[in-house]
């Protein structure tokens, strides 16, 4: 259900241990997958936690069955909405397509957390282009970490394939600091009460198949929380939301 | 979302511009929906207080604010840059009117076109109707900006543009939310026809008054709360705003600007002592060079998009962190070596937005495409008829257009042309900017066919209603019009409604008023299906049955994928997709795609 492809680094260090801190991150879907929902969600965590956040969506004609990017940046100070290319911490693809399409906005040695899921596009279905190969290898060339989650599948054993979007932000919350409590806020905050429990259930899974894999990689595992712990992290954010 | 007073939320430019007209006390909210500027009217829907619609199109939603404005209530209204076009006949002599209660007009604008047909500068607007133009740089400003246009709209007696662009108003960041003033001024209307009644005589006492108005602007403009100096290193200096203030302080954190949030008229002392304060002064705008014209016409030297000196910033599309940066350094002669794209990025199959599965358009474009028929076309979804499959679009201008195209094409060419061509345009469309073209081909004796592709909502946008719709902007029933009565009462004796997924009632009625000498209209019908319930279970697709004829794939339904194991002459079924429209099944002779089985 999850894999983590961790790329050696030269010196000999564990990958994941020098993922650093994560603010800035793009994320790549297909319209209709629930990209913007796991948008907000993020941004109001990051709000709750005191940080100044900005996102960026898209929306109108690209939404019909085009593809969808969203920024999220989080910072003391945030000046553009965009997160400038080659620049982002990490990359969130809802399809492995759209993962390669954005690859050139991470950071080299950056993590990136990829749904399995493939949605050929019309070109391919019926225009005769060839879906990309080497997805798996092209996406490990550049990121330092890179992980993949079976999200639709994940989903679907929780209780709801609609939320493999939740899903995979169980999977890009074990590189950050935040509580499960603090997750679930504000994932509980953009979602009607019926369908809280669901995707809480493919949160959480995602989440501790994703701690556990890096901790085989790292010295981290679900009880200990990310193996890299707080070690390396600038100040913390502000202060509390007033609010 | 925690909506209380004094509470930090993350708004969208867009919700942050309604909550700031809410705050301010807005009456009267009125608007056309459009890419980037629907939420605005959305947001305020969400408020009791205040009268919100969608009007039939811009220059209403400018006309019955302008009346609210007269009766002494706030006002505003939103539309995307184009529809400022649409409503510039009010505009541009309300404002020599002297408004009463506070005005404001939302132009959200779309550098980079993501969702638009051009990339006009409403800056420039500001010029034409010597009125202030207001560019808030995030969503804190986005609220301020909007709550304090109000004020300066009754101080100066004039409307007030508030131009945001895509990134600002579909980016989001915190709001900290305030209380709502109401007005304290009664509201009634007091008969001034020297006023408000723009005859030449008035007018000519008007004008005058406007241009004075003008020149308190610009002395207000030195020394308002909307521009700023950031003093940093004064080896380079940069006036900008809007979002490309953000853009400039991510690349140049260290450098000096000026930020300009009255984005005219422009502050011409401010500037000078800005520009003696620096060394190398840019100007970084995104649109057109206006402020580096205005600028430059007043003497200061400043480098932007090369219309004196060299060109430093592009001058079409959106600007970023990156392009800003490396346009300064390529120019001060310390580029670094452009991040190059790896080679695979540019051979990446493009996901295309396309008609979505089930779409009722899809049927009509099937038959035009089929009949090689020339095709005008209109503003909506439905212009995704010019991708593959159909290729079906052969123009399309702006809302409306369709049926202007195709009388000129008949006046020019004769009327054989209207043999073999139809409009295209969708309800909302027609509504909006369709009917007096459509009386226009009646009156001059065209004998065109227009097909009205009628979803019963203003699809692209993301599903509000409009006056055929039968609800309002409140989503709460309201009066519906009557197209097959319109239609007929414009003068159209050959009106014929068909249920737009039936594919041969479509093909006959198509065939029948084409070839008919007179104006004909069909108005093929069925409901988006995006709307809830429209959506019906996965057809089945029978193998055993199937000769791989691939007539199937004529009808370009992303539901059906072509499979590459049988050379892609078989559709192999996404049940994920598929709608149960059953256009496909209609196509399949011998029963291979099916209709679900009874329960």
Redesign the interface.
């Known amino acids: 259900m999850v894999e983590v492809v961790v790329r050696p680094p030269a010196d000999g260090t564990c990958a994941p241990s020098r993922v650093g801190q994560i603010e800035d991150i793009v994320i790549a879907s297909?319209?209709g997958q629930g990209a913007i929902l796991a948008t907000?969600i993020l941004?109001?965590l990051f709000?709750a936690q005191g940080w100044?956040?900005?996102?960026?969506?898209?929306?109108?004609?690209?939404?019909?069955?085009?593809?969808v990017e969203t920024h999220v940046r989080r910072g003391r100070t945030?000046?553009?909405?965009?997160v400038?290319?080659?620049e982002a911490d990490l990359l969130l693809a809802f399809e492995q397509?759209?993962g390669?399409?954005y690859?050139?906005w991470l950071r080299p040695g950056g993590v990136c957390v990829c749904s399995s899921e493939r949605i050929?596009?019309?070109?391919?279905?019926?225009?005769?282009?060839?879906?990309?190969e080497h997805v798996r290898e092209?996406l490990a060339e550049?990121a330092g970490v890179v992980v993949w989650v079976h999200a639709p599948a994940l989903a679907r054993e929780a209780g709801n394939a609609r939320a493999a979007n939740v899903a995979l932000l169980g999977a890009l919350s074990a590189f950050l600091e935040a509580t499960p409590e603090e997750w679930e806020r504000a994932i509980a905050?953009h979602l009607p009460e019926k369908l809280r429990c669901v995707n809480m259930a493919a949160f959480r899974a995602a989440r501790d198949l994703t701690l556990a894999r890096l901790g085989e990689h790292g010295t981290g595992s679900p009880e200990t929380g990310p193996p890299w712990g707080n070690a390396g992290l600038e100040a913390g954010p502000p202060g509390g939301?007033?609010? | 979302m925690d909506e209380v007073a004094g509470a930090t939320v993350l708004l969208s430019g867009n919700e942050a511009i309604a909550r700031g007209a809410y705050e301010a006390g807005v009456r009267v909210a009125a608007g056309y929906p459009g890419t980037p500027s629907t939420e605005v009217i959305e947001a305020l829907a969400a408020y009791p207080e205040v009268w919100v619609q969608w009007s039939t199109n811009e220059k209403v939603a400018v006309e019955v604010i302008i009346g609210a404005s007269l009766a002494g209530a706030r006002a505003l209204a939103a539309m995307k840059h184009v529809g400022l076009n649409v409503a510039a006949d009010p505009f541009l002599t309300f404002c020599y009117m002297p408004t009463r209660g506070g005005t404001v007009i939302v132009s959200a604008d779309d550098p980079g076109m993501h969702s638009s047909q051009n990339e006009q500068d409403n800056r420039q607007y500001g010029r034409l109707a010597r009125t202030p133009v207001l560019m808030p740089a995030d969503s804190e400003e986005a609220r301020d900006f909007t709550r304090a246009a109000f004020d300066l709209s009754e101080e100066f007696q004039t409307p007030v543009i508030l131009r945001t662009t895509t990134r600002l108003s579909h980016g989001r960041s915190p709001v900290r939310l305030g209380t709502r003033q109401e007005a304290a001024r009664p509201l009634r209307f007091e008969r001034r026809p020297q006023d408000f009644v723009m005859l030449p005589v008035n007018a000519r006492r008007r004008h005058p008054l406007v241009e004075a108005r003008l020149d308190a602007l610009r002395e207000y403009a030195e020394d308002c709360p909307f521009n700023r100096v950031e003093w940093g290193d004064r080896n380079l200096g940069f006036i900008t705003g809007g979002v490309a203030y953000q853009y400039v302080k991510e690349a140049f954190p260290d450098a000096s600007v000026l930020k300009l949030g009255l984005a005219y008229p422009l502050p011409r002392r401010l500037i000078r002592r800005f520009a003696a304060g620096v060394r190398q002064l840019f100007v970084v705008e995104e649109g057109d060079p206006f402020w580096e014209e205005l600028i430059l016409a007043q003497g200061v030297t400043v480098l932007g998009q090369g219309v004196a000196g060299p060109q430093v910033f592009p001058r079409v599309g959106e600007l970023s962190v990156e392009a800003v940066r490396e346009a300064v350094r390529a120019f001060l002669g310390a580029a670094g070596t452009p991040p190059s794209s790896p080679a695979w990025s540019q051979e990446l199959p493009q996901r295309p937005p396309v008609l979505c599965p089930g779409c009722p358009h899809r049927g009509v474009f099937y038959v035009l495409a089929k009949y090689h028929l020339i095709t005008t076309g209109d503003i909506g979804c439905y212009t995704l008829g010019a991708a593959p499959p159909f290729h079906s679009i052969d123009t399309c201008t702006c809302m409306g257009s369709s049926i202007g195209h195709a009388l000129g094409l008949e006046k020019a060419l004769g009327p054989e042309f209207s043999r073999k061509a139809v409009a295209v345009i969708g309800d909302s469309t027609f509504v909006h900017s369709g009917i007096a073209p459509l009386i226009d081909l009646v009156y001059n004796r065209g004998t065109g066919t227009v097909i009205i592709l009628d979803n019963g909502t203003t699809a692209m946008t993301g599903h509000q209603g409009h006056p055929a719709s039968g609800w309002d902007a409140r989503h709460q029933p309201a009066p519906r019009l009557d197209l097959e009565a319109l239609c007929r009462a414009c003068g159209v004796n050959d009106v014929q409604v068909v249920d737009a997924y039936d594919l041969k009632a479509v093909e006959k009625a198509v065939k029948a008023a084409v070839a008919r000498p007179e104006p004909s209209v069909i108005i093929a019908r069925r409901a988006c299906v995006l709307l809830p319930g429209a959506a019906a279970p996965p057809i089945r697709f029978l193998p055993d049955k199937c000769i791989d004829c691939t007539a199937c794939f004529r009808i370009g339904c992303p539901a059906l994928e072509r499979d590459s194991a049988r050379g892609g002459k078989r559709p192999r079924l996404n049940e994920t997709l598929c709608t149960g429209c059953l256009m496909c099944v209609q196509l399949c002779k011998p029963g291979a795609l099916a209709p679900p089985e009874e329960e």
């Open positions: 297909v319209g907000r941004a109001s709000l100044q956040v900005k996102t960026s969506e898209v929306h109108g004609m690209a939404q019909r069955g085009g593809t945030v000046y553009s909405p965009l400038p290319r080659g397509l759209e390669l399409r690859l050139p050929p596009p019309v070109t391919v279905t019926q225009g005769g282009q060839a879906y990309p092209t550049r905050a939301n007033a609010a």
